[in-house]
Each structure stands twice: as C-alpha cells, then as structure tokens.
C-alpha cells in the first residue's frame, strides 16, 4: 500500500518543541521532493517546509524561519520536522507531501496551548 504516516503531533505548552516523523510505505521518498503542510481551522493549507531529494536545498515559510527544520532519512524512508518555539499560530493540521508519486498523509494534529 502506497501510503505516508505522519507522526508525532500532540498538545505542547508555548516555547515548547515536537519534532513531527513522515514515513513513506509502498513506494521510496529518495527522488522526491518532500515538504511539510499545515492547516488551521478556518485557514487554507499552507506550505510551511520543503527539501530536495537529497536534502541540500530546504525552503521554508517566512513565519516558521528559524523555528522548524526539516530533513530526510532516505535510508528510513522518513521525512522529519522539528519545530521549536512553538506559538498558539503554528496550531494547526500537519501534513506530509512527497511529489513523486504525488501522495499526501493523513496529518497530525499538533495544538500550542498552555
């Protein structure tokens, strides 16, 4: 089954960290990009991390610069965020995309509240 599992979301304090996991089944992540989503309530979905087959080039919204990182394991078939200084604005729906096949997860939710 060709499929991405997000894992990882949960309910953290303000300033808080999660690092979210994607793993990939069914098919190999290691000539996709990848890149992580998000949706609030009420709000579009929107990009909020990219990386390039290799992980040389990353590309990252302007609200989350300097607090997320993402990166790949191609050997685990897995793409990873971490997310650090969290705020009440980065609550949302997470979602893992791979271009190639073009697949979404299910998402994970990841809520910043105290």
């Known amino acids: 089954q060709v499929q991405l599992v997000e894992s990882g979301g949960g309910l953290v304090q303000p300033g808080g960290s999660l690092k979210l996991s994607c793993a990939a089944s069914?098919?190999?992540?290691?000539?996709?990009?990848m890149s992580w989503y998000r949706q609030a309530p009420g709000k579009e979905r929107e990009l909020v991390a990219a990386?390039?087959?290799?992980?040389?080039?990353?590309n990252y919204a302007d609200s989350v610069k300097g607090r997320f990182t993402i990166s790949r394991d191609n050997a685990k078939n897995t793409v990873y965020l971490q997310m650090n200084s969290l705020t009440p604005e980065d609550t949302a729906v997470y979602y893992c995309?791979?271009?190639?096949?073009?697949?979404w997860g299910q998402g994970t939710q990841v809520i910043v509240s105290s």
């Open positions: 990386i390039t087959s290799t992980g040389g080039i990353t």
């Open positions: 995309k791979a271009m190639v096949p073009l697949r």
């Open positions: 069914g098919f190999t992540i290691r000539s996709s990009v």
